[in-house]
């Protein structure tokens, strides 16, 4: 009995010790292995509508609408092609708020950078076992909690009563924050109303995600490229000019991604922080709401689209995708 079931076909083997084979799930099962391009259609399929209808057909819908322009009479969308709501992005007003954002966009993402290196060079060189699960709690931690409960906490932070002014006059140093205020570039009379505040609390938001790319970037130069470079006589800041830093910027190149755009993007904190000077999200948050003038903020939109394609364009150069 044992030599003729030995003998068997392996299919018949097979049905015979699993059980449930004959079921529904089974015949599932069956199908799916004899056909797996169908399980992988299956299991597409969802998602790629998801990804095509909700994600990428409002984007074209918004595209759409910024071709078309709003009766400045009667306040109603003009359904006809034109290209007058994009003249108007260089109108000077309009123009000063992209310029602005880029601006800071930009120097969000260089200071985030260099507060950020330090931070990585040491998580990915000296720490170990627990200091490391610590450095990845510190990064994560502020990620945790609530977005605007920390813009409002910078809010506080930055006032004039704030904890900050009291640093400050402790140390008689209030004449030094009077007269960065002052400064026709910080644009407020208080840090928790000015380009300086916003600038801070953007950094403060972002830098996470400058952080660990960075760090990981970091985490794969080999040790021993850094020993030959100081073997062969190079001093620690050539060493990291021609051997560290090179082989981070993609890890950098990655991490500003995420801080660029999120900084171009946002209107949020200018909105709680800043002056009344607006960058692109407020503007798009009031041509939309306020002012009504759909095309006008869908122009808008498209704005920090076309800047950050051509970003990403550039950064996919440096292998930066490598990095994430």
């Known amino acids: 009995m044992t030599a003729l079931a030995l003998t068997k076909p392996a299919a018949l083997r097979e049905t015979s010790i699993l059980p449930g084979r004959g079921g529904l799930f089974g015949r599932l099962s069956d199908a799916f ?51 007058a709501t994009y003249a108007q992005l260089l109108s000077p007003t309009n123009f000063d708020i992209i310029i602005r954002t880029i601006i ?33 709690l510190g990064v994560m931690l502020p990620l945790w909690s609530s977005y605007l409960v920390k813009i409002y906490a910078w809010k506080l932070i930055l006032a004039k009563e704030g904890i900050l002014t009291w640093i400050f006059a402790k140390l008689h140093l209030s004449w030094l924050l009077d007269g960065v205020l002052n400064l026709p570039v910080i644009g407020g009379n208080s840090l928790s109303v000015s380009y300086l505040g916003t600038f801070l609390v953007f950094v403060y938001v972002w830098l996470p995600y400058m952080i660990l790319p960075t760090q990981a970037a970091l985490e794969r130069v080999q040790g021993n490229l850094i020993e030959a470079s100081s073997d062969l006589g190079a001093t620690p800041s050539q060493t990291f000019r021609t051997v560290l830093f090179p082989l981070a910027l993609p890890g950098i190149v990655a991490g500003s991604i995420f801080t660029f755009s999120l900084t171009l993007g946002d ?35 498209v704005v920090p689209i076309v800047i950050m394609a051509i970003y990403l364009w550039l950064a996919k150069k440096q292998g930066a995708f490598d990095a994430l």
């Not at 985030?112 to 040491?122: D, L, R």
């Not at 407020?282 to 939309?288: E, G, K």
């Open 33 to 83: 292995w004899r056909h797996p391009k169908l399980l992988l259609f299956l299991m597409l399929t969802p998602p790629l509508l998801w990804l095509g209808i909700i994600y990428i057909g409002s984007l074209i819908a918004l595209l759409l609408q910024s071709f078309f322009s709003i009766d400045d009479f009667s306040g109603l969308v003009n359904y006809e092609f034109t290209l």
């Open 104 to 136: 800071m966009a930009a120097l969000v993402t260089l200071a985030s950078a260099v507060v950020a290196f330090p931070i990585a060079y040491y998580a990915a060189r000296y720490a170990q076992g627990k200091w490391k699960a610590l450095f990845y």
């Open 267 to 301: 209107y949020i904190i200018p909105q709680i922080i800043g002056s009344s000077r607006l960058f692109i999200g407020q503007a798009v948050y009031a041509q939309q709401g306020t002012a009504g003038n759909v095309p006008l903020a869908a122009a808008f939109s």
